[in-house]
């Protein structure tokens, strides 16, 4: 009978050992390395055996936000901000918000009045635009959306992708403009809203970028002519504002043209924002040209590399990833300068949300306008930031060890 | 020295703004020589040889290589840079390139060479350095003698006739000297035109035709390292070899 037992708890408890038994080292990495599919160097990191399940997210709070007592304060401030501003903004913004109906439900309700944008998001993205022909500069603005988006997509950088834009642009200019395939003509001073804000910002920053490069360039050069220019240009528009410089472009300019030869307006702001922002973007990238050490440029000269091919292939690689940041910064800073130019009298985005204010029926619900036209070009700054983010990674990887 | 000088200095002269660098500058060196140049820090060992592929410009005199003077005329000097390769203390490689594109860039921009036929020019270079199975990395993925040991392959590919080292071994870590070293008496064995600034008196003893020692801006002395080592005349060489050699 004992030797019975003794037989049957042997027997249970080596049976029971490999599954019931905490996993020593050396079987825990293989389930990992097995339950992961990954690779064999993932599996010699030591799992810590439920610990970090366990831990959230109480742990987490106690060493994080609970840690000091000046963090615990801290942490109970934030609370209660959160606490008094988060339940007014949601109840406006979304619980007793109108969605549907007209000015006199939403001059009734608590909340914020989203309707005005369902009555008025026409005007507020396309401005002036003939209100039959809008489906025109809609699809002129998706097709450069579209395009801006796959062109930042590694795999469609190749030679047709200047092709593509090329064939886009055209397309654009006949939906914009009209006068050919039977669509009537539609003169620039119509454009309003989104296409007015995206083109200037898009091609004034397409252009500003190369030339900030020579900008920077010339203000490197050794021939004092060059660099004189260069600096003088840099420092002249980086010491007046924006407004002045779009002023001097739609107001002062004209007058220094001959008689008969004018420039239309939508174009001359495109300049005065273009050289601004080319000003800015030069010290950007001068930041970088100044990075490089001085050993690249003499390999550079030893292997006989002439000045264009040592800049091209490789003080200019280097340099450009560096700024990355602070140029994407700028990018951003035009895109949102582009609301500027309403002091020459263009519509871009934001005029054409202020033109939607002024209707009186609408007059008292300015503010979601606003904060839709914010949206708007949030969603813009925000793509274009987190595209930067992911181009540094892109950009550095020869950095990895 | 020889009589066809393939690079020629006569009285060169150069200042940084009042600092006087180089002081009449004479030196012959014949095609195949390999000539060491030593000398204490701040003597223009480096200055002198930098300006025998124009990285720096002198002031006075002339500089000849290999039959074409070097002066501001563009058109010198890049002949003369083709002719001319050269090996920095700090490697200098190009760091958003890899290993094989760092071989191949200046080939196919400079010389109009073909992407495949230099690329097999450049393992084949790489081999001979003994770093072929690295040719997809960048450099910041090597240690520093491997580092320098791709910069050697990279002047390399430019099939250059004269190869310019400044001080090749100062910037590694002692383990990773001999590597180098014996890459570059390999190619002292092959008969390649050789100035090199290096503090390795082994090196300078074992594979030099002839060590010129520099101070001050001039050439104190300079002969064959028999009797450079053996037997120096100025007591100024008899100095820095107390000093070089006592470590």
Same mark, same amino acid.
């Given at each position: ?51 970090? /399940? ?30 008094? &501003? ?23 309700? &608590? ?44 795999? $469609? ?153 040592? /800049? ?25 300068? /582009?609301?500027?130019? /309403? ?28 904060? $839709? ?29 | ?6 690079? %020629? ?6 200042? +940084? ?15 195949? %020589? ?58 200098? #490689? ?30 084949? +270079? ?40 400044? %001080? ?6 002692? %383990? ?68 070089? #050699?006592?470590?």
């Amino acid at each position: 009978m004992s030797k019975d037992t003794r037989t049957d708890s042997t027997t249970t408890s080596a049976g029971a050992t490999p599954a019931g038994a905490i996993p020593t080292g050396p079987v825990q990495p293989v389930t990992w390395a097995a339950s992961y599919e990954e690779e064999p160097s993932q599996a010699s990191v030591p799992p810590q055996p439920g610990g970090m /399940t366990a831990l959230k997210p109480f742990g987490w709070a106690k060493d994080n936000l609970f840690n000091t007592p000046l963090n615990t304060a801290l942490t109970v401030a934030c609370l209660a901000v959160l606490w008094y &501003a988060v339940p007014p903004m949601a109840n406006w913004l979304l619980l007793n918000a109108v969605w549907t109906g007209g000015s006199e439900i939403c001059r009734e309700a &608590a909340g914020a009045c989203w309707s005005i944008i369902a009555v008025k998001h026409r005007l507020i993205f396309f401005g002036t635009y003939p209100y039959d022909e809008q489906w025109r500069p809609f699809l002129a603005c998706g097709l450069f959306v579209a395009l801006l988006g796959a062109s930042g997509v590694r795999a $469609f950088w190749r030679p047709w992708l200047a092709g593509v834009w090329a064939l886009v642009l055209v397309a654009m200019g006949v939906l914009m403009w009209g006068g050919v395939f039977g669509l009537t003509y539609v003169a620039n001073d119509k454009w309003g809203g989104l296409p007015i804000t995206l083109m200037l910002s898009v091609f004034s920053i397409a252009i500003a970028f190369p030339l900030s490069i020579l900008l920077a360039l010339g203000r490197q050069s050794s021939l004092p002519a060059i660099r004189t220019f260069c600096v003088g240009f840099i420092e002249t528009m980086r010491g007046v504002p924006l407004v002045s410089v779009l002023f001097m472009a739609s107001v002062m300019f004209p007058l220094f043209l001959p008689e008969g030869v004018t420039v239309d307006k939508l174009l001359r702001a495109l300049a005065g924002m273009t050289l601004f922002t080319a000003a800015y973007l030069a010290e950007a990238v001068r930041g970088g040209l100044q990075a490089i050490p001085k050993g690249q440029y003499e390999a550079a000269d030893a292997l006989g590399l002439s000045y264009w091919q040592k /800049t091209r292939l490789i003080v200019l690689p280097q340099a450009l990833r560096i700024v990355i940041p602070p140029i994407v910064n700028q990018f951003i800073s035009a895109f949102k300068d /582009t609301s500027l130019v /309403t002091i020459v009298g263009l519509y871009d985005l934001l005029t054409a949300a202020t033109v939607a204010t002024t209707d009186p029926e609408w007059r008292p619900f300015f503010a979601e306008v606003y904060i $839709f036209a914010g949206l708007m070009f949030w969603i813009f700054c925000f793509s274009m930031s987190r595209y930067s983010q992911w181009l540094e990674r892109l950009a550095n990887r020869y950095n990895r060890r | 020295m020889t009589e066809n000088a393939i690079i %020629e200095l006569r009285k060169v002269g150069k200042w +940084y703004n009042s600092y006087h660098a180089l002081r009449d500058v004479s030196l012959k060196i014949g095609k195949g %020589e390999k000539v060491v140049v030593c000398g204490p820090s701040g003597s223009g060992k480096s200055t002198m040889i930098r300006c025998i592929n124009r990285l720096e410009a002198h002031q006075t005199g002339h500089i000849i290589v290999d039959g074409t003077e070097l002066t501001d005329d563009v058109k010198s000097v890049e002949t003369i840079r083709r002719k001319v390769g050269m090996v920095f203390q700090n490697f200098n #490689l190009f760091p958003h390139l890899t290993v094989l594109q760092n071989l191949t860039l200046a080939p196919i921009w400079v010389r109009g060479m073909a992407k495949s036929e230099i690329e097999e020019i450049a393992m084949m +270079y790489l081999r001979r350095v003994r770093i072929p199975d690295q040719a997809q990395k960048f450099p910041g993925q090597l240690s520093g003698g491997q580092q320098q040991r791709v910069a050697i392959a990279r002047a390399l590919c430019m099939k250059p006739e004269i190869m310019l080292f400044d %001080e090749p071994t100062s910037a590694l870590d002692p %383990e990773m000297v001999k590597e180098v070293l014996d890459v570059m008496t390999e190619l002292a064995g092959e008969g390649m035109t050789m100035v090199c600034v290096t503090h390795e008196m082994g090196f300078a003893r074992q594979v030099a035709d002839s060590v010129v020692f520099m101070a001050e801006g001039s050439i104190i002395e300079s002969g064959t390292p028999a009797e450079f080592f053996e037997n120096p005349k100025s007591e100024r060489t008899r100095q820095f070899l107390g000093q070089i #050699l006592e470590h």
